[in-house]
C-alpha cells in the first residue's frame, strides 16, 4: 500500500468533521499521506458522488485508499463495504450506488464488508451519524497504513450483489445521437452528458460542423440552436456556445467564459434529455 487516502464528502468545510477524520486516521498512523477529492458534493447526491470518483480515481498512483462519504443512509441497515478496483485502487464508502461508475468504466475486482467489531474507531459504538469518521477514515487508515489487510477488512461479498444507480446511456436517432445531461462542469455550469466521444463521431461529426442541439425537460423543449463542434473554448467567440469533448471523453457543452446551465435554466438527471444532429 502507499499510503496515500483521499477523501470525498458532501459536509463540506464549515465544521470539524473534515479534520476529525484526518485526526482519526493519523491516531492510526503518523505516517498516512491524507489528500482530498472533494468536500462539495451536492447534499446527499450519491450520483454526484459515484462520478467524481469515477472522474479522479485513474489519476492516481496505484493502491491510494479513497474514502467517499455521501451517505444519507447512516444508521440504516445499508452496508460498509471496501472495493477493490481492477486497476488496484481501494474504495471505503457506503454500499448505496457510489461505485456506479466505477463499477461500468473501471471495473471492481473484489468487495469486502467492513467488519465493525474489529474496524471501528475505540469507545464508538454508540455513534450512530457519523461513520465517516468511526469507520471509514478508520478503515481506510488501516488499509493504507498496513495494519490490516484487504482481506482483514471482512467478509467477501459478490461484486454483483451491490447497489448500482440507473446510468442513462445514449442511444442512436435519426441524423443523430440523443442522451442526458449527466452533470454539471459545477464551477463553469458546462453541461456533461451521457454520450460518449465514441459514439458521437461515430455519427460522422466532425470538428467544424454546427450540429443541431435541442435540450428537453420532460419532453418539453426548453434549447434548440445549432452549435458549432470544436476543440476548446477559443474555437468559439467569447459567450458563444460550443460542442467540445470533456475530460472523461463524453461529450459536453460549454459558453465561451459563460456559465451554460445558469443562462438557459439547464439541469440535470434523466428528466433532462439532449438531442444531437446533422
Avoid at 457510489?98 to 461500468?104: A, N, V, Y
Avoid at 471501528?120 to 471509514?136: C, N, P, W
Avoid at 463521431?201 to 440552436?225: A, M, P, Q, W
Amino acid at each position: 500500500m502507499n499510503k496515500i487516502i483521499v477523501f470525498q464528502t458532501d459536509f463540506g468545510l464549515d465544521d470539524g468533521a473534515i479534520s476529525a477524520m484526518e485526526g482519526v486516521s493519523y491516531q492510526v498512523s503518523y505516517d498516512l499521506n491524507i489528500r482530498h477529492l472533494t468536500h462539495n458534493i451536492p447534499q446527499y447526491n450519491i450520483f454526484d458522488a459515484s462520478y467524481r470518483l469515477y472522474q479522479a480515481i485513474d489519476y492516481w498512483p496505484e493502491e491510494t485508499t479513497f474514502v467517499s462519504v455521501v451517505d444519507p443512509g447512516v444508521g440504516s441497515a445499508r452496508k460498509s463495504i471496501v472495493a477493490k478496483t481492477k486497476t488496484n485502487m481501494y474504495v471505503v464508502t457506503p454500499d448505496n450506488g457510489t461505485l456506479t461508475h466505477i463499477e461500468k468504466h473501471i471495473g471492481i475486482e473484489e468487495v469486502r464488508e467492513i467488519e465493525e467489531k474489529s474496524n471501528r474507531l475505540k469507545d464508538s459504538e454508540l455513534s450512530y451519524t457519523f461513520h465517516g469518521r468511526d469507520v471509514y477514515a478508520y478503515t481506510a487508515a488501516r488499509l493504507a497504513s498496513e495494519t490490516i489487510t484487504f482481506e482483514e477488512v471482512g467478509p467477501k461479498i459478490n461484486v454483483e450483489d451491490i447497489v448500482k444507480l440507473e446510468l442513462y446511456g445514449c442511444q442512436k436517432i435519426e441524423n443523430g445521437i440523443s442522451g442526458y445531461i449527466d452533470i454539471l462542469d459545477v464551477r463553469f455550469g458546462s453541461l456533461w452528458t451521457s454520450i460518449p466521444y465514441k459514439d458521437f463521431v461515430d455519427c460522422g461529426f466532425k470538428i467544424g460542423d454546427d450540429i443541431l442541439v435541442e435540450i428537453y425537460h420532460n419532453d418539453r423543449r426548453v434549447y434548440s440552436n445549432r452549435i458549432n463542434y470544436g476543440k476548446s473554448f477559443a474555437d468559439v467567440e467569447i459567450n458563444e456556445p460550443i460542442i467540445y469533448m470533456n475530460s472523461v471523453y463524453d461529450m459536453a457543452l460549454a459558453i465561451n467564459q459563460g456559465d451554460f446551465s445558469k443562462a438557459y435554466g439547464i439541469g440535470v438527471g434523466k428528466q433532462w434529455k439532449i438531442t444531437m444532429t446533422k
